[in-house]
Structures are given as C-alpha cells and as structure tokens.
T-cell receptor
Framework: ETGVTQTPRHLVMGMTNKKSLKCEQH?????MYWYKQSAKKPLELMFV???????ENNSVPSRFSPECPNSSHLFLHLHTLQPEDSALYLC??????????????FGPGTRLTVL | KQEVTQIPAALSVPEGENLVLNCSFT??????LQWFRQDPGKGLTSLLL?????REQTSGRLNASLDKSSGRSTLYIAASQPGDSATYLC??????????FGEGTQLTVNP
C-alpha cells in the first residue's frame, strides 16, 4: 500500500462504546496529525505528533485519546462519545513539523456516526 | 487567531468555462498557502502550494495566486471539466505546524 491509509472507513457506535481509529503512513514521514471535519465547518486540527511525541493538543475533550506507537502508526481511541462527535476524521502525515516547505498528505478518512 | 474565508461556498458552471475561486485570510504572517481538492467522502489531495515569498504556482489547468499583504489567494481553473467537480479547500500555514482551513467551495461542472 502507498500513501496514508485509515481504518475503518465507516464506524457507527453508541455513546457507551469504546472504539479505535487507525492510521498508517507508508511515506517515511516523521509527523502525523488528526483532524476533525464536521458538516458546514472547516477542518479542525485535533492532535499533532512529531517522532511519536505529542506536540500539539488543541483543547480536545478527553473522550478522544491519541496514541502514536511509532512514526508510521497513529491511533485515536474513542470512549463515551456524544452525537455531536459524528464527523469525518482525517489523518495526515508530513516529513516534519514546522518545516517551511512541508506538505501534509491526507488519508481517506473515517466516517464516524455516534448514535 | 487566523481565520480563512472562501467565496463562493458553492459554484455550478457549464463544462468548458474558466472559473475563479477565492480565499482570504486575516493574518498575513503565513509560511505558505495550499489549495486542496476533496471528493465526496474522501480525504484531501494537495493541488498547489505557494510559499509566502511566491506570487503564483501553476499545475496544468490550475493556477493559484497569492497576495500576502492583502490576505488573498485565488485558484483559477481553465477549461473546466466534469471531473473537476469536488470541494476545493484553501489552507494557510503559520509558523508552527498548524494548517488553518477555510470551509471550502463546492464546485459542480455540468456536462
């Protein structure tokens, strides 16, 4: 596989469930990102990891818990979500954080529905 | 706080027409500006990236311009095709890792 992959592509969960989203990048990048895309809203940056260390956390509720075990994998653990958390969750990777010419490459996203 | 606005929110044109999408941003202290394409239910594909020192970038039928001092960028699409139908997103990058996105312009090119 090439580029950035995300699984699952679609997820429906109840408010009491625990689930995880997975992202994998095959580009040899050192930075990975989670974004949330809600209807009628711009993409919102949630978390940034550089070399497996979290470098940015944008006031995201604790019911979202990221994990980056290595530079190729990024997870988003979900628990006790709310219906308003339903959105498209996009993962991205880039060569490094903060580089002048850095371009982020996006995965196809996970469409999450919380019932 | 950086804010990015895209106009129009939606656009429908006949095939073959040339068109312009607009993006404006409030804080001119940016590293670069990027235009992305997003197909329904899919991720983002980078189209063009303009560094803050550049005025424009071209790729095929696409041309993006940047006027950093006025906080504006345009994406020009020449000879539009039905396959160009998608949502086009503008994003600016500040000194850190943050990309700030606009809400996008939903383009429909009718055969």
């Amino acid at each position: 596989e090439t580029g950035v992959t995300q699984t699952p592509r679609h997820l429906v969960m109840g408010m009491t469930n625990k689930k995880s989203l997975k992202c994998e990048q095959h580009l040899g990048h050192n930075a990975m990102y989670w974004y949330k895309q809600s209807a009628k809203k711009p993409l919102e940056l949630m978390f940034v990891y550089s070399l497996e260390e979290r470098v940015e956390n944008n006031s995201v509720p604790s019911r979202f818990s990221p994990e980056c075990p290595n530079s190729s994998h990024l997870f988003l653990h979900l628990h006790t979500l709310q219906p308003e958390d339903s959105a498209l969750y996009l993962c991205a990777s880039s060569q490094a954080v903060g580089q002048f010419r850095d371009t982020q490459y996006f995965g196809p996203g996970t469409r999450l529905t919380v019932l | 706080k950086q804010e990015v606005t895209q106009i129009p929110a939606a656009l429908s044109v006949p095939e073959g027409e040339n068109l312009v999408l607009n993006c404006s941003f409030t804080d001119s202290a940016i590293y670069n500006l990027q235009w992305f394409r997003q197909d329904p239910g899919k991720g983002l594909t980078s189209l063009l990236l303009i560094q803050s020192s550049q005025r424009e970038q071209t790729s095929g039928r696409l041309n993006a311009s940047l006027d950093k001092s006025s906080g504006r960028s345009t994406l020009y699409i020449a000879a539009s095709q039905p396959g160009d139908s998608a949502t086009y997103l503008c994003a600016v990058k500040d000194s850190g890792s943050r990309l700030t996105f606009g809400e996008g312009t939903q383009l429909t090119v009718n055969p």
